[in-house]
């Protein structure tokens, strides 16, 4: 059965840097998401994608945040500055259509 | 805005028996979806069932079923015969016509054998 893959499945980072998170979608999926989970608390909206733009972008998705579709496959996530509070689960999810969101198995970023 | 509480921050149940996880939401929408997603100690976030907005009828799937009350914003899951398995948090998630996904603060269910 298809599934949405992340890579990686942690990444540990100083704050300041810059850190991309890689998430293949499902290949006939056409809109892509960001959420994040900081530990402990409910799962946040980021950033939705379609058709090669954001559709919408939550408060959270400030300036720090880019996101990018670099070939038929891959949707990243780029965070430019690092900072302590970054530090999250961060899930991606794809949908076909009207339908069902398939998430990620998530990426867990430590920000040190 | 659309909003999503789960009232119960914690539940347990002994193995076998049935429990219901309660989530409310707030919107002025008419057509959406709902979902309740599981979120074992992985942390990967697993579909669990979903339901229509437009849809009378409650959503099962298998040991899984819901109450939707659209009239009363009401979307409560019932898991019946427990597993161990089932140990995990549960998430209520709304998300209207071609749009994101929001999220209730979650219920952490306790299976006990």
């Known amino acids: 059965e298809p599934e949405v893959t992340q890579t990686p499945s942690h990444q540990v980072t100083q704050m300041g840097q810059e850190v991309i998170l890689r998430c293949v979608p499902i290949s006939n999926h056409l809109y892509f998401y960001w959420y994040r989970q900081i530990l402990g608390q409910k799962v946040e909206f980021l950033v939705s994608f379609y058709n090669n733009e954001i559709s919408e972008k939550s408060e959270i998705f400030d300036d720090q945040f880019s996101v990018e579709r670099p070939d038929g496959s891959n949707f990243t996530l780029k965070i430019r500055s690092t900072k302590l509070e970054d530090s999250a689960m961060y899930f991606c999810?794809?949908?076909?259509?009207?339908?069902?969101?398939?998430f990620g198995p998530g990426t867990r970023l430590t920000v040190l | 805005a659309q909003t999503v509480t789960q009232s119960q921050p914690e539940m347990s149940v002994q193995e076998a028996e049935t429990v219901t996880l309660s989530c409310t939401y707030d919107t002025s929408e008419n057509n959406y979806y709902l979902f309740w997603y599981k979120q074992p100690p992985s942390r990967q976030m697993i579909l669990v069932i979903r339901?229509?907005?437009?849809?009378?009828q409650n959503a099962t799937e298998n040991r899984f079923s819901v109450n939707f009350q659209k009239a009363a914003k009401s979307f409560s899951l019932k898991i019946s015969d427990s597993q161990l398995g089932d140990t995990a948090m549960y998430f209520c998630a709304f998300m209207k016509h071609s749009n994101d996904m929001r999220f209730g603060a979650g219920t952490r269910l306790t299976v006990k054998p």
């Open positions: 999810a794809s949908r076909e259509g009207m339908d069902t969101q398939y």
């Open positions: 339901q229509e907005a437009y849809k009378q």
